[in-house]
């Protein structure tokens, strides 16, 4: 009993972390494709070097839909046009006059502070279109860009905070924070000034998450309702139908039995420096055995024995029907919070049923 049990436990774990897999990678696919933590990034420097876009309007997103529908489509792309040649040799100063600008009470001049600090970030930027492709700045990276503008203002950092004031950037009121707080030290300034966007990094990518969090549960929605995922029946199948349990079980491997699988997996996965070996376990389950776990979806496949290719079966009013029968809903609500999940718990579960244990290479 103990053996159907564990039996068990590997198919619902092996179906859990092929959708969650599949979540993951269609999530990814989206966000490569639309660019969006490129995006992401950028609107929060564009709010913080230049403030907002006009009216009171941020250029971060406020809404998740916002996030993969007016940030990626709207003809306002936050990131700085990429520019292939090497950034300039010489910072140019602010070309702006405080004393000038506050004298009259003229309106703040244009000045695209966000442009000049991607001057200085151009060596870490790589060809991908006509925009620049950086999603990621390492704080002491942004510490070095915004010192190399220090360098170029006569009168150094508060020269620098005195012309922010002037544009109205929102950079100007966090710069004089640090610099007060380093007790005007350039060293301390400079650490400041990491910690700083460190823990605007950090709070930016908890924002993100959150926002990615409803774009998953929307994919895992959509994935559970597409493959027709019903756990509850899943589950029932694996523990009454013991030849069924037993292809289950056997993905990986192609044997008959629990044991045929984990030697399989320890075989193909647990191989020097693979700590979180995903796609290892991709390709482990890419045998034709997999499409008995996705049997009622909206098309179904079929790969009979020999040399013969995969056969597909469109049947979308069973699918259907399946779909609005009220006690396969139970099931599918299972399977969408298990997708919550996401891939590496389901493969961490997985590699504790089976006793796989990835070796780091010495």
Known sequence: MISVYVDLAIGLVLAFLLLSLLVSGVNEAIVRLLGIRSKFLWA???????GGRGKGVSWIPSKVLDVFARLPFSRHDPRPVHDPEPAPPVVEPVPVDPEVVLATEAPAPAVDMTKRLYERLQEIDRPEGARTSIADIPPERFAWALLELVAAEKEGVEGLIAKL?????PLAGHLRGVWE?????????????????????QRLSRLYRRYVKWVVFTLAVALTLLFSMDSLEYGKTLLRDNAYR???????????????LKDSLRDRCAVAGSVEPYSCVTEVFSSPALVKIFDHAVMSVTIPAGDSGPSFTFDAGAWWSRLTTIGHWPGYLITVFALLFGASFWWDILRRLTGIRGSRSS
Do not use: C, H, P
């Open 165 to 169: 004031e002037a544009v109205r950037s």
């Open 181 to 201: 707080g380093a007790q005007r030290d350039m060293g301390r300034f400079r650490k400041g000034v990491e910690d700083w966007f460190d823990g605007e990094m």
């Open 246 to 260: 037993a292809a289950v079980a056997a993905i990986a491997g192609g044997g008959e039995s629990t044991a045929e």
């Open 44 to 50: 929060y420097l564009r709010d913080t070097l230049d």
